[in-house]
């Protein structure tokens, strides 16, 4: 008895350390409420996902719970993470973006006129998706980066990464709910952010809400 106790106190405690010092934020709106723990260094990703991620990916694991029984659709669109600290926005990646069998080649530069362009890092993963960008209806804005992606598909059969299952398993999952459902969603932003800087906004049919993250102590 007394070692089970002790073993049980063992798990929270490695449970509290975990969740030491991640950033977290939550919100309520009239259909559901968001609670939302942004993983940000390499430290804290491993934790969360058990396996590294490319620099520049970061995770932002969701909690959505319907208010009042009502029922919500979760879409992973609706979903945008911005940094005020240099004005990026960042729609989710699909896992096949990130671990896929593809090569997605990304060039970014500032603003409409292209000024300041500069070759990003190689991701594994399908096309179609430039960075950093806006999505489900939030709007682009002159002022941020732009991207043009480019693909490149692999020749040859090669083995799947393992890191794509982990994805697929962890991910915010697209259905209608009507209890708490719960995953993970990876955004690509570049540079060192501060919780303080990032807000995620979520869409849900009564509008907008915002999240903002604060470090936990």
């Given at each position: 008895m007394?070692?089970?106790v002790l073993c049980a106190a063992s798990v929270l405690l490695i449970q509290a350390a975990d969740t030491k010092g991640v950033p977290h934020g939550e919100v309520s709106g009239k259909s559901v409420r968001v609670e939302a723990t942004a993983y940000l260094d390499k430290v804290s990703i491993k934790q969360a996902l058990g396996s590294e991620?490319?620099?520049?990916i970061v995770i932002v694991e969701v909690k959505l719970t319907p208010v009042d029984g009502k029922k919500f659709t979760i879409n992973r669109d609706d979903f945008l993470l911005r940094s005020d600290r240099d004005g990026q926005r960042a729609t989710p990646y699909a896992p096949t973006q990130i671990a896929g069998s593809s090569t997605l080649k990304v060039k970014t530069g500032y603003g409409q006129a292209g000024v300041m362009q500069q070759n990003r890092p190689t991701w594994g993963g399908i096309g179609g998706m430039g960075y950093p960008q806006s999505g489900g209806g939030f709007g682009n804005s002159a002022s941020t980066e732009e991207a043009v992606a480019s693909v490149e598909q692999d020749s040859g059969k090669q083995k799947e990464n393992p890191l794509l299952k982990v994805l697929k398993e962890k991910i915010l999952p697209e259905k209608e709910i009507s209890e708490p459902a719960s995953g993970q969603l990876y955004f690509l932003l570049e540079g060192k952010q501060k919780p303080k800087d990032l807000e995620l906004l979520v869409k849900?049919?009564?509008g907008r809400l915002s999240i903002r993250f604060k470090q936990q102590p």
């Open positions: 007394r070692f089970a991620l490319d620099p520049g849900t049919p009564e």
